[in-house]
């Protein structure tokens, strides 16, 4: 997700606004552990 983000961000200039990237699962995470997951990378990348 993080790549996804900055390719579209930087790469191809896309504003952030515009953009929505969600995962499904991650592998040998459970699904509580996966919504953790994704509520600390949405934090990280609203910075």
Same mark, same amino acid.
């Given at each position: 997700?993080?790549?996804?983000?900055?390719?579209f961000q930087n790469d191809k200039? +896309?504003?952030r606004e515009l953009i929505?990237?969600?995962s499904y699962w991650k592998s040998? +995470?459970?699904e509580d552990g996966h919504k953790a997951f994704?509520?600390?990378?949405a934090q990280q990348s609203s910075k």
């Open positions: 997700m993080r790549e996804l983000r900055h390719y200039q +896309v504003p929505y990237i969600s040998g +995470v459970s994704k509520q600390q990378d």
